[in-house]
T-cell receptor, first 112, second 115 residues
Framework: GQQVMQIPQYQHVQEGEDFTTYCNSSTTLSNIQWYKQRPGGHPVFLIQLVKSGEVKKQKRLTFQFGEAKKNSSLHITATQTTDVGTYFCAGKGGTSYGKLTFGQGTILTVHP | NAGVMQNPRHLVRRRGQEARLRCSPMKGHSHVYWYRQLPEEGLKFMVYLQKENIIDESGMPKERFSAEFPKEGPSILRIQQVVRGDSAAYFC?????????????FGPGTRLLVL
C-alpha cells in the first residue's frame, strides 16, 4: 500500500533559525496536503498542493511539491515560538475518493 | 458555521467496557474519516464513511471496532471490550461532497484512556 515517510522526526531550533521538513511518498500522488498540530490540539489544514513542481507561500512558510509528485517539503523562515507543533504531510493517491495517507510528522521545538 | 464536533472530549473506561465516540461533521460535509493517534506518533487512518455507507475500513482492527454514519445523527466509532492498548486520541475529520475539495477538517478529538 501507499506509504508516506517524513523526516526528520524531531527538530529543535533557536528562534530565528530556519526549519525544513521533508515528505516522500512510495507512489505518485494526486495531491499533497500539509497540516499543523499544536501540542494537545488537533490537526489544522495549512495548504494543498496539486500541480507538479508547485510552490506556494504563506507568509514565512514555503511549500513545494516535487516534479514527480512523490515528494514535498515545508520550509519555515525565521522561526518563532508560535511555530511550535507537529507538522504533518498527507498524500492522496490516485483513487477516486479522498483517503489521505499521513506521514509520521515532524515535531518542531523552538527555543527562545 | 460550526466546525467538526466530537464528544466526549475525554473518555475513561475500564478494561472490558465499551467506548462510543461521536462525530458530527461540518455542515454540508458528507464524508467522515476516523483516525487514531498514539502519543508522539502520526495519524493512522481507520475508516472512511459516507452517509449509511462504509467506503474504506482497511485501517480498522478486525475485531472489537466498528463504525457507522447513519442517515440522521452523528458518526459513531464503537470499541467493544476495550483494552489498555486502545488508549489513544481518536480524531474525526470531514470533507465536502465535491471531488477536488478533499481538504479534511479535523475535530478536537476524543482522548480515550483505558484503565
Amino acid at each position: 500500500g501507499q506509504q508516506v515517510m517524513q523526516i526528520p522526526q524531531y527538530q529543535h531550533v533557536q528562534e530565528g533559525e530556519d526549519f525544513t521538513t521533508y515528505c516522500n511518498s512510495s507512489t505518485t500522488l494526486s495531491n499533497i496536503q500539509w497540516y499543523k498540530q499544536r501540542p494537545g490540539g488537533h490537526p489544522v489544514f495549512l495548504i494543498q498542493l496539486v500541480k507538479s513542481g508547485e510552490v506556494k507561500k504563506q507568509k514565512r512558510l514555503t511549500f513545494q511539491f516535487g516534479e514527480a509528485k512523490k515528494n514535498s517539503s515545508l520550509h519555515i523562515t525565521a522561526t518563532q515560538t508560535t511555530d511550535v507543533g507537529t507538522y504533518f504531510c498527507a498524500g492522496k493517491g490516485g483513487t477516486s475518493y479522498g483517503k489521505l495517507t499521513f506521514g509520521q510528522g515532524t515535531i518542531l521545538t523552538v527555543h527562545p | 458555521n460550526a466546525g467538526v464536533m466530537q464528544n466526549p472530549r475525554h473518555l475513561v473506561r475500564r478494561r472490558g467496557q465499551e467506548a462510543r465516540l461521536r462525530c458530527s461533521p461540518m455542515k454540508g460535509h458528507s464524508h467522515v474519516y476516523w483516525y487514531r493517534q498514539l502519543p508522539e506518533e502520526g495519524l493512522k487512518f481507520m475508516v472512511y464513511l459516507q452517509k449509511e455507507n462504509i467506503i474504506d475500513e482497511s485501517g480498522m482492527p478486525k475485531e472489537r471496532f466498528s463504525a457507522e454514519f447513519p442517515k440522521e445523527g452523528p458518526s459513531i466509532l464503537r470499541i467493544q471490550q476495550v483494552v489498555r492498548g486502545d488508549s489513544a486520541a481518536y480524531f474525526c475529520a470531514s470533507s465536502p461532497l465535491d471531488r477536488g475539495q478533499e481538504t479534511q477538517y479535523f475535530g478536537p478529538g476524543t482522548r480515550l484512556l483505558v484503565l
